[in-house]
């Protein structure tokens, strides 16, 4: 197929589908996938650094994903475990639960999205007296729902509408982190909260790694005053950081666990872990029909057998080396890029201005170039002004070097007012 069965396919996206949905960035139409790789109508291979906002997280195609997907698919019983005891999910609620091997009695809800499990964490929480709850600023908790009501992100429109919500500053160093617990301290003191909701890297918010120690002072903060820590891993979890779960880098189990994205491998499913005494105090109280289906539960118990492997791990640590060192050798040859920041495979460019051009506006421009390069990426932050690049966790070291040096070309070409304004101006992305 060529470019022109491409615009056929953006003529009836167009027709066809809502806008509610969309958040595009490019013309970018998948036909299949491969891989790091996405195929374009025309053939064209895209290496993908975003692995669809990091819900691909094998990449695409992944043979234990596919096996399970196929095998499930021929053998499927059930639609669910809403009314009936289906294997798949009792044995991916196992495999969670052993993730995390605390000696806490534990269990599994599971939903559809990030969404969808940040509402039900909301819900668990504040369904007892204590109605108050705390989040950051540029949060991303969901996008509608109970999660959109407690985030922090500029770009929600229903952002921080929670009747209860206090808000605080994400930390970038130590001093601000050591202020933000004392706030932490304040407002603890003053009130009673039901539950703190943290993801423990911002990641829409602008991919920002907080100093060494913040989640633990958090932690231990909740636990003094009686509040429910509740870790939102939906994008930073399932091995991208290195490590199974991303809030273990400071040593700590949140009382919630939340998970979406890359725990389905591409297919839509999430979960909430949580003490059982929490997690069995709502009967009925949150049914979906298709709840643990059997297809997305088979792809994720691949995704968590994987991951749960110390090669995965190695590998991350590795080749997320690989690319924040080409990162920073970028950085420090691109007068735009302001800093790189990130950890194992979530990595963040924040770009700034130039006479030419606004932060915002070169995101939005290296992000369509690097597109027409043949690199896809979002990009991030209360400012639009940061790159995401969260590639499949089976990047190799060579695709990592190549996606860089295609990034640095388009930075280039930004830089040089080599990109076609017009066209790019479509795609509006955040």
């Not at 273990?248 to 003490?275: E, H, R, T, Y």
Request: proline fraction near 4%.
């Amino acid at each position: 197929m060529s470019d022109q069965s491409r615009d056929i396919w953006l003529s009836r996206d167009r027709a066809a589908i809502g806008e509610p949905g969309k958040l595009r960035f490019h013309p970018m139409v998948a036909l299949r996938g491969e891989g790091p790789y996405l195929i374009e109508p025309s053939g064209r291979r895209i290496l993908d650094f975003s692995a669809g906002w990091g819900a691909a997280s094998l990449g695409y195609a992944h043979h234990a994903v596919v096996d399970a997907v196929s095998h499930s698919v021929r053998t499927t019983a059930g639609v669910g475990s809403l009314s009936l005891v289906s294997p798949p999910a009792v044995l991916l609620a196992e495999a969670l639960l052993d993730s995390i091997a605390d000696g806490v009695d534990r269990r599994v809800w599971f939903g559809h999205s990030g969404t969808d499990a940040c509402d039900m964490a909301l819900r668990l929480a504040t369904r007892a007296s204590r109605k108050g709850v705390i989040s950051f600023k540029g949060s991303y908790h969901g996008g509608f729902g109970g999660g959109m009501d407690i985030s922090g992100h500029a770009a929600l429109a229903g952002a921080g509408s929670h009747a209860s919500l206090t808000q605080l500053d994400y930390p970038r160093d130590a001093a601000a982190a050591a202020a933000v617990l004392d706030s932490l301290d304040q407002v603890l003191a003053a009130g009673t909260f039901a539950a703190l909701f943290v993801e423990p890297i911002l990641s829409d918010g602008g991919l920002i790694v907080p100093p060494e120690g913040f989640l633990a002072g958090v932690a231990e903060r909740c636990s003094k005053h009686g509040t429910l820590l509740v870790a939102d891993e939906v994008k930073v979890g399932m091995g991208r950081t290195g490590k199974k779960y991303a809030h273990q880098w400071d040593g700590i189990v949140p009382d919630l666990l939340v998970l979406g994205k890359g725990l389905g491998g591409g297919l839509p499913i999430s979960a909430v872990i949580g003490p059982a005494d929490l997690m069995d105090t709502m009967p009925s109280g949150a049914m979906l029909t298709t709840l643990g289906n059997p297809v997305a539960a088979s792809a994720a118990l691949a995704v968590v057998t994987a991951i749960r492997s110390d090669e995965v791990a190695r590998h991350v640590e590795r080749v997320g080396g690989v690319l924040r060192q080409r990162l920073d050798e970028m950085a420090a040859r691109c007068p735009l890029v302001r800093e790189v920041r990130g950890r194992g495979m979530i990595l963040g460019v924040e770009l700034g201005a130039s006479e030419r051009h606004s932060s915002a506006d070169h995101a939005r421009l290296i992000c369509y170039r690097a597109w027409e390069l043949g690199l896809l990426f979002y990009y991030v932050g209360a400012e639009s002004k940061v790159l995401e690049l969260t590639p499949p966790l089976v990047l190799s070291e060579g695709e990592a070097e190549r996606g860089v040096s295609l990034l640095e070309q388009a930075i280039a070409d930004v830089a040089a007012g080599r990109v076609d304004a017009a066209a790019a101006a479509a795609w509006s992305g955040w």
